[in-house]
């Protein structure tokens, strides 16, 4: 079901990132499927089609890669199962855009051969844990599984480094053909050189701030034809928004109406609570009008391109 591409066995690490750019990793499916939260699917296109040098590796990342083998070593322990390292990339033969670089291979006793896949998370992330998987790591390990053939895998995490859970995924076809779908998608715009289009996400907004975090002045462009659909789309968003925001403030204000001076409300099983809270804030126009010398010395000037649509007129 899949061939070795190269092995990574003493491979430099700028050589692997060269060789992720020949297909799509277990790591760019949640991306691919635009859930992932630090990545939009335009970014990657930009590192496949070598437009953009793929971020460092963080603090986080580099301390995932040491304590990876305590993780492999606390799942056998806990399990019995002996995990055998896998220190090869893995091609898909029938989809040679789907790569695979697995951490470890392990024997599930009905399933056969499975993938074995250690995590790092920390403790504010204990809940995504508490009865599932996040979402990016179950689209990663069914992506190793698209690749492989395997029926199974197994992925244990360390949590806040004092918390340790695995668990059992079985393959999901359904899934799985999705994913295909949606990644050989991807690489017909990889192999055409047309990015994809942007979608709604925080990573996508993120990545257009970075990309042009300032503006021309008095710059001017004549839009393409196709900005009056995206006018169109706009408004209703806005409209939509607009009704559900007022609704939301009618419910809230009809519950506080309940509530009168008490500071909780019990309906079934949900909670609502009404708190007084003080704050304090700095006065920065008094501040500045009394003691302009000091407000200079710690006023903090920030940059940032405000997007507004109106009509000409």
């Known amino acids: 079901m899949a061939n070795v591409l190269v092995s990574t066995e003493n491979l430099p690490y700028a050589d692997w990132l060269e060789w992720r750019k020949k297909g799509i990793g277990g790591s760019d499916a949640s991306v691919v499927c635009g859930i992932n939260r630090y990545k939009s699917p335009v970014e990657l296109w930009m590192e496949k089609t070598d437009q953009l040098q793929p971020q460092e590796a963080g603090e986080s990342a580099y301390w995932g890669t040491i304590l990876e083998a305590v ?23 029938e989809h040679p855009f789907m790569l695979a670089n697995l951490d470890g291979v392990c024997d599930h006793p009905d399933y056969g051969t499975c993938i074995f896949e250690a995590k790092t998370a920390t403790a504010y992330k ?10 990016e790591y179950y689209l990663q390990i069914q992506h190793y599984m698209a690749v492989t053939g395997y029926q199974g895998a197994y992925i244990a995490v360390l949590i806040g480094g004092n918390t340790f859970k695995w668990r059992f995924v079985e393959r999901d076809e359904e899934l799985i053909a999705t994913l295909i779908r949606l990644e050989a998608d991807f690489w017909h715009h990889v192999e055409d050189l047309t990015p994809p289009p942007l979608d709604g996400s925080d990573a996508s907004a993120k990545f257009l701030a970075e990309q042009f975090p300032t503006s021309v002045p008095q710059s001017h462009i004549d839009l393409p034809a196709n900005a009056a659909d995206l006018f169109r789309q706009y408004d209703a968003a806005c409209e939509q928004l607009e009704t559900a925001t007022e609704q939301k403030q ?36 008094t501040l500045k009008s009394e003691h302009p010398t000091l407000y200079q010395k710690y006023a903090n000037k920030t940059s940032y391109r405000r997007f507004s649509i109106k009509v000409a007129g």
Do not use: H, Y
């Open 71 to 93: 993780v492999r070593e606390e799942f056998t322990k806990r399990t019995g199962l002996e995990v055998c390292l896998v220190k090869q990339l893995l091609q898909s033969e």
């Open 126 to 135: 204990a809940g995504e844990w508490e009865d599932s998987i996040p979402d």
């Open 250 to 285: 009618q419910v809230e204000n009809l519950l506080k109406q309940m509530m009168g001076d008490n500071e909780v409300g019990v309906a079934g099983e949900r909670i609502i609570t009404w708190k007084s809270v003080t704050q304090e804030r700095l006065d920065t126009k």
